[in-house]
Protein backbone atom coordinates (compact mmCIF):
# COMPACT_ATOMS: atom_id res chain seq x y z
CA UNK A 1 0.00 0.00 0.00
CA UNK A 2 2.79 2.31 0.65
CA UNK A 3 4.62 2.02 -2.43
CA UNK A 4 1.42 1.86 -4.20
CA UNK A 5 0.94 5.60 -2.96
CA UNK A 6 4.37 6.62 -3.33
CA UNK A 7 3.97 5.51 -6.94
CA UNK A 8 0.73 7.90 -7.27
CA UNK A 9 2.74 10.77 -5.76
CA UNK A 10 5.49 10.39 -7.90
CA UNK A 11 3.40 10.24 -11.12
CA UNK A 12 0.81 13.19 -10.30
CA UNK A 13 4.14 15.33 -9.64
CA UNK A 14 5.62 14.62 -12.85
CA UNK A 15 2.59 15.97 -14.75
CA UNK A 16 2.00 19.39 -12.63
CA UNK A 17 5.48 19.72 -13.42
CA UNK A 18 5.11 19.29 -17.37
CA UNK A 19 1.98 20.89 -17.19
CA UNK A 20 4.17 23.86 -15.63
CA UNK A 21 6.66 23.79 -18.58
CA UNK A 22 4.07 23.64 -21.52
CA UNK A 23 2.60 27.34 -19.34
CA UNK A 24 5.78 28.48 -19.04
CA UNK A 25 6.73 27.80 -22.87
CA UNK A 26 3.65 29.15 -23.51
CA UNK A 27 3.63 32.46 -21.48
CA UNK A 28 7.55 33.20 -23.12
CA UNK A 29 6.75 32.46 -26.36
CA UNK A 30 5.72 35.61 -28.24
CA UNK A 31 2.21 35.87 -29.97
CA UNK A 32 1.69 34.54 -33.75
CA UNK A 33 1.16 37.79 -36.14
CA UNK A 34 -2.23 38.44 -37.45
CA UNK A 35 -2.00 37.44 -40.90
CA UNK A 36 -4.53 39.87 -43.01
CA UNK A 37 -4.98 38.96 -46.83
CA UNK A 38 -4.20 41.56 -49.16
CA UNK A 39 -6.36 43.27 -51.99
CA UNK A 40 -6.20 40.92 -54.87
CA UNK A 41 -4.58 43.69 -57.34
CA UNK A 42 -1.92 44.34 -54.75
CA UNK A 43 -1.05 40.58 -54.40
CA UNK A 44 -1.30 39.79 -58.00
CA UNK A 45 1.01 43.11 -58.46
CA UNK A 46 3.20 41.78 -55.95
CA UNK A 47 3.40 38.26 -57.33
CA UNK A 48 4.45 39.85 -60.67
CA UNK A 49 6.90 42.19 -59.34
CA UNK A 50 5.04 44.83 -60.35
CA UNK A 51 5.30 48.55 -58.14
CA UNK A 52 2.64 48.30 -56.10
CA UNK A 53 0.07 51.69 -56.17
CA UNK A 54 0.95 54.16 -53.17
CA UNK A 55 5.33 53.08 -52.97
CA UNK A 56 5.88 55.42 -55.98
CA UNK A 57 3.98 58.36 -54.59
CA UNK A 58 5.87 58.33 -51.32
CA UNK A 59 9.22 59.15 -52.34
CA UNK A 60 8.36 60.45 -55.43
CA UNK A 61 8.93 64.37 -54.07
CA UNK A 62 12.01 63.71 -52.45
CA UNK A 63 13.42 62.49 -55.91
CA UNK A 64 12.46 65.09 -57.23
CA UNK A 65 13.14 67.32 -55.36
CA UNK A 66 17.53 65.63 -55.84
CA UNK A 67 17.27 65.18 -59.36
CA UNK A 68 16.24 68.98 -59.96
CA UNK A 69 19.06 70.06 -57.91
CA UNK A 70 21.61 68.34 -60.29
CA UNK A 71 20.11 69.25 -63.93
CA UNK A 72 19.96 72.18 -66.23
CA UNK A 73 17.73 74.80 -65.21
CA UNK A 74 14.82 74.97 -68.02
CA UNK A 75 13.38 78.80 -67.54
CA UNK A 76 10.77 80.66 -70.23
CA UNK A 77 12.30 83.95 -71.06
CA UNK A 78 10.13 86.64 -71.73
CA UNK A 79 10.24 90.81 -72.84
CA UNK A 80 8.26 93.41 -73.46
CA UNK A 81 9.26 96.58 -75.24
CA UNK A 82 7.70 99.68 -76.33
CA UNK A 83 9.81 101.52 -78.21
CA UNK A 84 10.02 104.97 -79.94
CA UNK A 85 12.01 104.71 -83.27
CA UNK A 86 12.53 107.25 -85.84
CA UNK A 87 11.04 105.26 -88.63
CA UNK A 88 8.50 102.55 -87.97
CA UNK A 89 8.60 100.14 -91.24
CA UNK A 90 12.36 100.37 -91.22
CA UNK A 91 12.68 99.33 -87.53
CA UNK A 92 10.24 96.29 -88.33
CA UNK A 93 12.51 95.69 -91.26
CA UNK A 94 15.60 95.20 -89.24
CA UNK A 95 13.69 93.52 -86.54
CA UNK A 96 12.61 90.90 -89.18
CA UNK A 97 16.28 90.48 -90.22
CA UNK A 98 17.36 90.54 -86.80
CA UNK A 99 15.18 87.38 -85.75
CA UNK A 100 16.30 85.67 -88.95
CA UNK A 101 19.82 85.97 -88.30
CA UNK A 102 19.79 84.76 -84.66
CA UNK A 103 18.11 81.38 -85.74
CA UNK A 104 14.10 82.87 -84.50
CA UNK A 105 11.34 83.71 -86.57
CA UNK A 106 8.01 85.98 -86.68
CA UNK A 107 5.12 85.02 -84.52
CA UNK A 108 2.90 87.70 -85.25
CA UNK A 109 3.29 91.79 -86.50
CA UNK A 110 0.19 94.15 -86.61
CA UNK A 111 0.41 97.79 -87.83
CA UNK A 112 -1.76 100.78 -87.46
CA UNK A 113 -1.99 103.71 -90.01
CA UNK A 114 -2.00 107.46 -88.69
CA UNK A 115 -2.07 111.11 -90.26
CA UNK A 116 1.27 111.07 -88.31
CA UNK A 117 2.82 107.55 -89.23
CA UNK A 118 2.47 104.10 -88.38
CA UNK A 119 2.67 102.51 -85.36
CA UNK A 120 3.40 98.70 -85.53
CA UNK A 121 3.40 95.63 -82.39
CA UNK A 122 5.49 92.70 -83.63
CA UNK A 123 6.33 89.05 -81.45
CA UNK A 124 9.39 87.10 -82.56
CA UNK A 125 10.90 84.09 -80.56
CA UNK A 126 14.55 83.59 -80.56
CA UNK A 127 16.95 81.14 -79.13
CA UNK A 128 17.40 81.41 -75.33
CA UNK A 129 21.47 82.14 -75.63
CA UNK A 130 20.49 84.80 -77.94
CA UNK A 131 18.29 86.90 -75.94
CA UNK A 132 20.63 89.07 -74.22
CA UNK A 133 21.62 90.00 -78.30
CA UNK A 134 18.48 90.58 -79.40
CA UNK A 135 17.52 93.20 -76.74
CA UNK A 136 20.47 95.23 -77.15
CA UNK A 137 19.96 95.37 -80.56
CA UNK A 138 16.24 96.54 -80.07
CA UNK A 139 17.44 98.67 -77.95
CA UNK A 140 19.96 100.53 -80.21
CA UNK A 141 16.95 100.53 -82.75
CA UNK A 142 15.35 103.13 -80.57
CA UNK A 143 15.52 106.20 -80.34
CA UNK A 144 13.69 106.20 -76.72
CA UNK A 145 12.91 103.18 -74.62
CA UNK A 146 9.81 103.64 -72.83
CA UNK A 147 8.97 100.73 -71.28
CA UNK A 148 10.85 97.61 -71.13
CA UNK A 149 9.77 94.11 -68.82
CA UNK A 150 11.84 91.12 -68.67
CA UNK A 151 10.70 88.05 -66.67
CA UNK A 152 11.82 84.39 -66.67
CA UNK A 153 9.47 81.57 -65.36
CA UNK A 154 11.64 78.58 -63.89
CA UNK A 155 10.05 75.60 -64.54
CA UNK A 156 12.84 72.60 -63.77
CA UNK A 157 10.78 71.28 -60.98
CA UNK A 158 7.85 70.62 -63.45
CA UNK A 159 10.05 69.30 -65.79
CA UNK A 160 11.63 66.70 -63.33
CA UNK A 161 8.24 65.68 -62.10
CA UNK A 162 6.86 65.14 -65.22
CA UNK A 163 10.38 62.85 -66.30
CA UNK A 164 9.71 60.92 -63.08
CA UNK A 165 5.89 60.25 -63.86
CA UNK A 166 6.94 58.85 -66.96
CA UNK A 167 9.32 56.28 -66.00
CA UNK A 168 6.74 55.24 -63.99
CA UNK A 169 3.84 55.02 -66.59
CA UNK A 170 6.32 53.52 -68.93
CA UNK A 171 7.32 51.19 -66.49
CA UNK A 172 3.50 50.32 -65.66
CA UNK A 173 2.66 49.98 -69.06
CA UNK A 174 5.40 47.42 -69.79
CA UNK A 175 3.87 45.23 -66.89
CA UNK A 176 0.63 45.45 -68.51
CA UNK A 177 1.73 44.03 -71.50
CA UNK A 178 3.02 41.05 -69.68
CA UNK A 179 -0.39 40.80 -68.45
CA UNK A 180 -2.19 40.98 -71.31
CA UNK A 181 0.47 38.32 -72.78
CA UNK A 182 -0.51 36.22 -69.74
CA UNK A 183 -4.21 37.01 -69.14
CA UNK A 184 -6.36 33.77 -70.49
CA UNK A 185 -10.18 34.83 -70.18
CA UNK A 186 -11.70 37.32 -72.43
CA UNK A 187 -12.69 39.66 -69.00
CA UNK A 188 -9.54 39.96 -68.02
CA UNK A 189 -7.77 40.81 -71.32
CA UNK A 190 -11.07 43.38 -71.45
CA UNK A 191 -9.92 45.08 -68.12
CA UNK A 192 -5.87 44.72 -68.56
CA UNK A 193 -7.13 46.27 -72.27
CA UNK A 194 -8.94 48.96 -70.96
CA UNK A 195 -6.00 50.02 -68.39
CA UNK A 196 -3.27 50.33 -71.02
CA UNK A 197 -5.38 52.17 -73.16
CA UNK A 198 -5.35 54.73 -70.23
CA UNK A 199 -1.76 54.41 -69.31
CA UNK A 200 -0.90 55.06 -72.60
CA UNK A 201 -3.06 58.07 -73.49
CA UNK A 202 -1.38 59.62 -70.07
CA UNK A 203 2.07 58.64 -71.55
CA UNK A 204 1.37 61.00 -74.75
CA UNK A 205 -0.17 63.96 -72.54
CA UNK A 206 2.73 63.69 -70.14
CA UNK A 207 5.72 63.97 -73.42
CA UNK A 208 3.63 66.45 -75.11
CA UNK A 209 3.78 69.01 -71.97
CA UNK A 210 7.51 67.76 -71.93
CA UNK A 211 7.74 68.83 -75.28
CA UNK A 212 6.08 72.39 -74.93
CA UNK A 213 8.42 73.23 -71.68
CA UNK A 214 10.97 72.39 -73.99
CA UNK A 215 10.33 74.21 -76.91
CA UNK A 216 9.39 77.55 -74.48
CA UNK A 217 12.44 77.15 -72.76
CA UNK A 218 14.92 76.97 -75.40
CA UNK A 219 12.88 80.32 -77.65
CA UNK A 220 12.59 83.28 -76.12
CA UNK A 221 9.95 85.21 -76.51
CA UNK A 222 10.22 89.14 -77.49
CA UNK A 223 7.06 91.21 -77.93
CA UNK A 224 8.37 95.12 -79.07
CA UNK A 225 5.58 98.21 -79.43
CA UNK A 226 6.78 100.50 -82.33
CA UNK A 227 5.81 104.07 -82.27
CA UNK A 228 7.36 107.23 -84.46
CA UNK A 229 8.68 110.17 -83.19
CA UNK A 230 5.97 112.12 -85.16
CA UNK A 231 3.19 110.49 -83.00
CA UNK A 232 5.15 109.98 -79.89
CA UNK A 233 6.21 113.72 -80.00
CA UNK A 234 2.93 115.73 -80.90
CA UNK A 235 3.72 120.07 -81.39
CA UNK A 236 3.00 121.77 -78.24
CA UNK A 237 2.48 125.63 -78.24
CA UNK A 238 2.05 127.67 -74.86
CA UNK A 239 1.45 123.93 -72.83
CA UNK A 240 -1.47 123.26 -76.07
CA UNK A 241 -1.19 119.79 -77.81
CA UNK A 242 -2.61 121.08 -80.66
CA UNK A 243 -2.65 117.69 -83.01
CA UNK A 244 -3.77 115.71 -80.35
CA UNK A 245 -6.84 118.43 -79.38
CA UNK A 246 -7.70 118.43 -83.04
CA UNK A 247 -7.66 115.03 -82.92
CA UNK A 248 -9.77 114.67 -80.24
CA UNK A 249 -12.42 116.98 -81.60
CA UNK A 250 -12.50 115.03 -85.01
CA UNK A 251 -13.47 111.97 -83.46
CA UNK A 252 -16.01 113.76 -80.85
CA UNK A 253 -17.41 115.20 -84.24
CA UNK A 254 -17.70 112.24 -85.76
CA UNK A 255 -19.25 110.26 -82.84
CA UNK A 256 -22.07 113.07 -82.99
CA UNK A 257 -22.23 112.76 -86.64
CA UNK A 258 -22.72 108.70 -86.18
CA UNK A 259 -25.26 109.08 -83.53
CA UNK A 260 -27.35 111.43 -85.40
CA UNK A 261 -27.65 109.39 -88.38
CA UNK A 262 -28.23 106.05 -86.42
CA UNK A 263 -31.13 107.80 -84.81
CA UNK A 264 -32.58 109.25 -87.88
CA UNK A 265 -32.53 105.83 -89.34
CA UNK A 266 -33.74 104.16 -86.29
CA UNK A 267 -37.06 107.23 -86.88
CA UNK A 268 -37.72 106.45 -90.47
CA UNK A 269 -37.10 102.86 -90.35
CA UNK A 270 -38.81 101.77 -87.04
CA UNK A 271 -40.66 105.11 -85.45
CA UNK A 272 -42.61 105.66 -88.21
CA UNK A 273 -44.26 102.56 -89.20
CA UNK A 274 -44.76 102.01 -85.10
CA UNK A 275 -46.28 105.26 -84.95
CA UNK A 276 -49.03 103.90 -87.71
CA UNK A 277 -49.71 100.68 -86.31
CA UNK A 278 -50.66 102.85 -83.01
CA UNK A 279 -52.30 105.99 -84.03
CA UNK A 280 -54.33 104.30 -86.88
CA UNK A 281 -57.05 103.09 -84.32
CA UNK A 282 -56.99 105.74 -82.16
CA UNK A 283 -57.65 108.27 -85.40
CA UNK A 284 -60.47 105.64 -86.32
CA UNK A 285 -61.98 105.93 -82.99
CA UNK A 286 -61.72 109.75 -82.27
CA UNK A 287 -63.55 109.72 -86.06
CA UNK A 288 -66.18 107.26 -85.27
CA UNK A 289 -67.18 109.36 -81.76
CA UNK A 290 -67.46 112.47 -83.83
CA UNK A 291 -69.39 111.01 -86.30
CA UNK A 292 -72.07 109.46 -83.84
CA UNK A 293 -72.12 112.66 -81.96
CA UNK A 294 -73.03 115.07 -85.38
CA UNK A 295 -75.48 112.16 -86.11
CA UNK A 296 -77.70 112.53 -82.98
CA UNK A 297 -77.69 116.13 -82.84
CA UNK A 298 -79.37 116.57 -86.29
CA UNK A 299 -82.78 116.75 -85.72
CA UNK A 300 -85.21 113.87 -86.23
CA UNK A 301 -88.57 114.74 -89.00
Not at 31 to 37: G, N
Not at 70 to 83: G, K, Q, W
Not at 290 to 301: F, V, Y
Request: proline share 5%; hydrophobic share 50%; charged share 25%.
Amino acid sequence: MRRAGTLVLFLAGVLLFAAAGCAARRAAAPPEPLMVEPPREVAVLAEEGAPVPGMYEAGADAQAASVAANVERLVIRTADLDLIVPDTEEALDQIQALAEELGGYVVSLNTYQYQEGVQASVTFRVPAESFGIALDRLRDLATIVRRESISGQDVTEEYVDLQSRLRHLQAKEEQLLEFLDQAEDTEAVMQVYAELSRTQEEIELVRGRMQYLENQAALATITVSLTPDELAQPLEVGGWNLPGTIRNALELLLNVLEFTIKALIYLVIVGLPTLLVVAAPIVGLVLLVRWLIRRSRKPRP
